[in-house]
């Protein structure tokens, strides 16, 4: 019986530990990792100064909904790049709680990034103003996945 207890316990352990990363040779990337099916643990980063396909990346964001903790809004990387040399390392994390119900709705996580051509104008304009005289096109990306895999 004590066999069982701790291979079952070990087993439900390892299987309590899901994630979800994008990591790579880039330093522009997120993850979202579950512990215990109780919470999440998300991340984002960028770095302004390095050339990730023809673009510099100048934000992003994570974002959960739809579990205990309700709706967090984007949670953006805190501040911005100042040029194409700019080398530091803009983040932001979040610990989000899971609720242990089965019937409760499926907690979604979303992320995003907003890049720049590489060779586009500095300093940036704003990020949410709606400039015609704006010489550099900032294109966003938006994902949601499911959190988990329940």
Request: proline residues 6%; without cysteine; positive net charge.
């Given at each position: ?15 309590s530990?899901?994630?979800?990363t ?9 993850s ?12 984002i ?23 205990a903790?309700?709706?967090t ?6 501040g911005?790049?100042t040029?194409?040399?700019d080398?530091a ?19 979604k996580f ?13 300093p940036?304009?704003?990020l ?23």
């Amino acid at each position: 019986m004590k066999k069982f207890i701790s291979i079952t316990g070990a087993i439900l352990i390892a299987a309590s530990a899901f994630s979800i990363t994008a990591l790579g040779a880039s330093p522009n990337y997120y993850s979202n990792t579950e512990e215990f099916q109780l919470y999440y643990k998300g991340y984002i980063q960028v770095q302004g100064s390095y050339n990730n396909g023809g673009y510099n990346y100048i934000s992003g964001y994570i974002r959960y909904s739809g579990g205990a903790s309700g709706d967090t809004g984007r949670l953006y990387t805190q501040g911005t790049p100042t040029g194409p040399k700019d080398n530091a390392i803009y983040s932001r994390s979040h610990t989000y709680r899971d609720t242990l119900n089965p019937w409760a709705p499926q907690t979604k996580f979303n992320y995003g990034f907003s890049k720049i051509p590489v060779g586009s104008a500095w300093p940036l304009p704003s990020l949410a103003a709606n400039n015609d005289n704006q010489t550099t096109t900032i294109i966003h990306e938006d994902y949601e996945i499911p959190a988990s895999s329940r």
